[in-house]
């Protein structure tokens, strides 16, 4: 496994379906043993992307590459690609022990009988041999679908939405184990989903994909803190876009009009071009002050809110705020104990730093992204 | 099973809701299911008990009747002893194994393309492939002689003809049955065996046709039996040729042996053994899950 220059490079990837885009132009490199999301809502083409890299759907356009060989259009079984598909596909008219001894045996691997032994252990399967996948709990069932891609040594592991048939408490728990093992094994490992969180927590770097091309491209933090489009700022946690207009660039600030009161952002986390943009902040960066209070945190100040509702969630307190244009923002702040909460009435000023702060095009949809119930699967 | 769970739920959830009825109408109402269920038992079972019972019969003349005389096992032991009987049980072993390997490779076949492969004129055979099973007997018996006669099939008439006839009309039962097994199934599986280093080949032998299996087999027994039973397109194809069901027909207008009941008896003996051995197949399966 050791071998290097085992990168999976995508190039120009174009999969149509009909009058259908389902994936547009896609160029990315995933270096080896990283571990490596794919990030988007369902119907972006991030499982499209996936079956093309397996080998399930040939591509329109574009090349597959795993270190320098080209891989695009190898059947399924001649690519060192394994896959964990959503809700498994474990075989029902086998045994566990066959299931996962079936890569080794197609292909003729000598001694696969102790080999299966092993990978049951490490996935914690050793009682649930000689047991149908039907008698075996989802999260087992999962272990089982793992371990049948994972006893193959693949150069890439697929993961299409692996997680999404658990329930959350386990969910949480086979994410710490999913990463553990890619850290353990050092196998790259590509893996679907639409669940921000489950992303962020476990990939090293993550694609946001939306309509078929990838959005933004980076390090859950850099995408979270910098995000360069309205949807990444929205469909990664939540963020307030306020309107403003662009007025200046002084030294490493830009200085931005936010309904007659001047704020700044510092210019490497500016991604707009024109006069007019979004000026965004996520609510946990934003600090509530009584009005006219002695401002401390951050340096950007807004005057003028009111408090309109309160949600008190224990750790935090979620307020939201109605600012004098009658946008209502949100604020999000730590329960320390280190003041009274805000009550709905309150006449605040709202205050983050310029470095918090990041300004998006003027021409994308500001509510992009934004997770409606329905799409909360 | 499913009259048993039926059964139970009735007499014990009303039971605990409505103490107060009169207890002789809700032990009617409690029991009612049963009572139904066995008597539709005993309207099934009664001709068949009939059979097994004059299988024992030893009639006083040449020709078996219904008055019960005296009780013996010559029928059994003396199958073979009416002229042809034993033939005609052969040709017909023979023309219905042919048949059904036949209707269920070609259906097998036929049900896959249906299922797995979108191709012009898919719906339309859809729908054609159930003509067959819609069309009379008697039609489509004598049509399928009329076809046989005028290509030059008159000389031949018997065990080929009977075959093209039987394979025919199984086809559509064997193509229903496969593919409504295919339409279940999961193609993420066959998908799970490439990924895992199967070629094509190995994923049809080691995922597809094992999975698909419960519903060839399904289709197989469905073919034998109705294959094995046919008289009336048989009639009409077979010639000079005689199966057991037209044997027995023969046996009306004449003599009619009393060996037939022993053969009777066998051959539901032979698929009530089936049916249990696969009830309890089904439920080693079910109580390992």
């Known amino acids: 496994m050791a071998d290097t220059g085992r990168d999976l490079r995508v190039e120009g990837l174009t999969k149509r379906f009909g009058d259908f885009l389902a994936v547009d132009d896609l160029t990315l490199t995933v270096p080896q043993g990283s571990f490596f999301a794919l990030l988007g809502p369902s119907g972006c083409g991030k499982t499209t992307t996936l079956r093309m890299v397996a080998g399930l759907d040939d591509p329109t356009a574009g090349r597959v590459l795993i270190g320098d060989e080209d891989v695009t259009y190898l059947r399924p079984y001649k690519r060192p690609v394994n896959t964990v598909f959503q809700s498994y596909a474990l075989f029902p008219h086998l045994t566990i022990f066959e299931n996962v001894a079936f890569g080794l045996r197609r292909r003729g691997v000598k001694d696969y009988k102790q080999k299966t032994l092993d990978m049951i252990d490490l996935v914690q399967l050793g009682p649930y041999a000689a047991r149908k996948p039907a008698q075996l709990s989802g999260g087992q069932q999962q272990r089982v679908a793992l371990g049948r891609a994972l006893i193959n040594e693949p150069a890439v592991l697929l993961l299409d939405e692996p997680l999404g048939a658990l329930d959350l408490k386990l969910r949480r728990q086979m994410q710490i184990e999913l990463k553990r093992i890619q850290t353990e094994i050092a196998v790259t490992f590509v893996h679907v989903t639409h669940d921000q969180e489950e992303a962020m927590t476990m990939a090293d770097t993550i694609a946001v994909m939306n309509h078929g091309v990838i ?71 934003v600090f509530a002050e009584a009005a006219g209070a002695d401002h401390r945190v951050g340096s950007n100040i807004l005057t003028g809110g009111r408090v309109t509702d309160v949600s008190f969630v224990g750790v935090s307190t979620q307020y939201l705020v109605a600012m004098p244009w009658g946008q209502e923002l949100m604020v999000f702040e730590q329960n320390t104990g280190q003041r009274p909460l805000f009550r709905n009435g309150d006449q605040l000023d709202i205050t983050w730093s310029p470095a918090h702060a990041f300004l998006l095009d003027a021409d994308q949809d500001a509510r992009a992204g934004v997770m409606t119930p329905e799409d909360d699967e | 099973m499913a009259t048993v769970a039926t059964r139970e739920r009735v007499s014990s ?10 207890p002789v109408g809700r032990w009617l109402s409690d ?5 139904v269920g066995i008597l539709v038992l005993v309207y099934i079972f009664v001709p068949i008990g009939y059979i097994f019972a004059l299988s024992f019969n030893q009639p006083s003349g040449r020709s078996a009747t219904a008055q019960f005389e005296s009780f013996t096992w010559s029928n059994w032991t003396s199958i073979c002893e009416p002229e042809g009987l034993c033939d005609s049980l052969q040709l017909s072993f023979e023309v219905s194994i042919t048949a059904t390997l036949l209707a269920t490779l070609l259906g097998t ?40 006669v005028s290509v030059g099939l008159d000389s031949v008439l018997g065990f080929v003809t009977i075959v093209i006839a039987h394979v025919l009309f199984c086809l559509s039962f064997v193509v229903v049955t496969v593919k409504a097994r295919l339409v279940g199934m999961d193609s993420r599986l066959e998908q799970a065996a490439m990924d895992l280093y199967a070629n094509e080949w190995q994923t049809f032998r080691l995922v597809t046709l094992p999975l698909a299996m419960p519903g060839i087999v399904a289709a197989a027994m469905l073919s034998f039996s109705l294959s094995f039973d046919d008289f009336i397109v048989t009639n009409f194809t077979s010639g000079q040729s005689v199966t057991f069901p037209l044997y027995v027909y023969g046996s009306k207008l004449r003599d009619f042996p009393a060996q037939l009941f022993v053969v009777g008896t066998l051959m539901f003996l032979v698929s009530f053994v089936f049916v249990i051995a696969a009830e309890l197949w089904r439920r080693r399966r079910s109580a390992i899950r």
């Open chain 1, 215 to 285: 959005e933004q491209m980076g390090a859950p933090g850099d995408l979270y803190e910098n995000p360069e489009t309205t949807f990444v700022a929205n469909f990664l946690g939540q963020s307030n876009l306020i309107r403003v207009d662009v007025i200046d660039t002084v030294d490493q600030d830009v200085v931005v009009d936010c309904y007659g009161q001047k704020v700044g952002v510092v210019a490497s986390r500016s991604h707009a071009g024109g006069r007019n943009a979004w000026l965004g902040v996520r609510p946990e960066k």
């Open chain 2, 13 to 22: 959830d009303p039971g605990r809701a409505k103490p107060s009825k009169r």
């Open chain 2, 31 to 35: 029991h009612l299911v049963l009572l």
């Open chain 2, 109 to 148: 076949l036929m049900a896959f393309a249906l299922v797995r492969h979108s191709f012009r004129g898919r719906s339309t055979s859809n729908l054609v492939i159930f003509l067959p099973m819609a069309t009379p007997e008697v039609v489509m018996g004598s049509s399928l002689l009329a076809m046989f």
